[in-house]
């Protein structure tokens, strides 16, 4: 079993910042790919960044990168996301996900995450 606990959403400005926290606990940490994902109203759950057991493999979609950096601490059994540079097309409820099928490869279909957290809204006004 794996809990999953996001923090830090919010409401900013474009162009502005914001940094998300994916706690976990139970299964040991380190042993599987977490990803965030993001869920806009009316629309699907997307893939938006992922980062494998050492953190030497990270995927991001393409509309994101160059503007979000996920990073993992495992001595605090936790993952974060710096969003710069923040669109009004970031908003949405941003969820971290645990595939503990994967050690290293970072999968980018929703479906085959099997630990979900309970997401917290990004808004950002144009």
């Known amino acids: 079993q794996v809990q999953l606990l996001e923090s830090g959403g919010g409401l900013v400005q474009a162009g502005g910042s914001l940094s998300l926290s994916c706690a976990a606990s139970?299964?040991?940490?380190?042993?599987?790919?977490v990803g965030w994902f993001r869920q806009a109203p009316g629309k699907e759950r997307e893939f938006v960044a992922g980062?494998?057991?050492?953190?030497?493999?990270?995927s991001y979609a393409d509309s994101v990168k160059g503007r979000f950096t996920i990073s993992r601490d495992t001595r605090k059994n936790t993952v974060y996301l710096q969003m710069n540079s923040l669109k009004p097309e970031d908003t949405a409820v941003y969820y971290c996900a645990a595939d503990t099928a994967h050690q290293y490869t970072i999968v980018l279909r929703s479906t085959l995450y099997d630990y979900w957290g309970q997401g917290t809204q990004v808004t950002v006004s144009s």
């Open positions: 980062i494998n057991l050492s953190g030497s493999s990270i």
């Open positions: 139970g299964r040991t940490f380190s042993n599987y790919v």
